[in-house]
């Protein structure tokens, strides 16, 4: 018989919707195998109404609405480092919202939290499959002339370089016609599809998430450790 580990996710924005949710399940999938016995696993987009709502009381709607409406067991919680490291944000708003959800009534709340916090941005993981993006994008130039040769999470703003990436190729005069109508609002889906986790597991961001999966999933006494 198999054991059933229904997860939300709450992000920043739908755009990162539109990225993290394949990345999210994705990545719940792969870790499962790992876990005692089959497990099949589910993803619900959590979406609440922000308004008023400082980031830990709009992670405690989330969690809420995710327990009252779906049932989760997990709530993977997103938002950007906008940083070279993410220190401040752990302290500032992930670990006071862990902190707050552990206090609430698991009747009401589901008290398990995943953090997901790209290192600068989501538009850094969109990066670390450089083939990709540039499949996508329609563009055969090198990743320095691009400026995608360093780490993704080195650079300083990857959503612009993607931007710039894209009007380059528009310029491209051999790529116009497949490139006139790109845009990096067509980016994320696809490429939250087809991105490789192993290209991923390069950025110690998604490392961080992952492993913080699997030490839930231990806490859950699901995985095996």
């Not at 580990?5 to 709450?10: H, K, R, Y």
């Not at 979406?47 to 049932?71: M, R, T, Y």
């Amino acid at each position: 018989m198999s054991n059933f580990i229904l997860a939300g996710l709450f992000t920043e924005g739908s755009t990162d919707n539109r990225f993290l949710s394949s990345v999210v399940e994705r990545t719940l999938r792969d870790v499962s195998m790992d876990c005692k016995g089959d497990i099949e696993t589910s993803l619900e987009i959590i979406e609440i109404n922000k308004s008023g709502l400082d980031f830990v009381n709009q992670v405690l709607e989330a969690s809420k609405c995710g327990s009252e409406k779906f049932g989760i067991l997990l709530l993977f919680v997103h938002t950007d480092s906008d940083d070279i490291n993410d220190e401040l944000i752990f302290n500032s708003k992930i670990f006071p919202a862990n902190e707050a959800i552990l206090l609430q009534d698991e009747k009401e709340y589901c008290k398990v939290m995943v953090a997901i916090v790209p290192i600068q941005m989501t538009e850094a993981w969109m990066i670390a499959d450089r083939e990709l993006l540039k499949s996508e994008i329609g563009i055969e130039k090198t990743n320095t002339e691009l400026g995608i040769h360093l780490n993704p999470e080195l650079i300083n703003n990857p959503k612009s370089t993607i931007e710039s990436i894209i009007r380059i190729s528009k310029e491209d005069q051999t790529k116009r016609k497949r490139n006139k109508g790109l845009n990096i609002s067509d980016l994320y889906q696809i490429i939250g599809q087809k991105i490789e986790l192993s290209e991923l597991e390069k950025l110690s961001s998604y490392l961080k998430f992952k492993q913080s999966l699997i030490d839930k999933l231990i806490e859950l006494n699901f995985y095996k450790n």
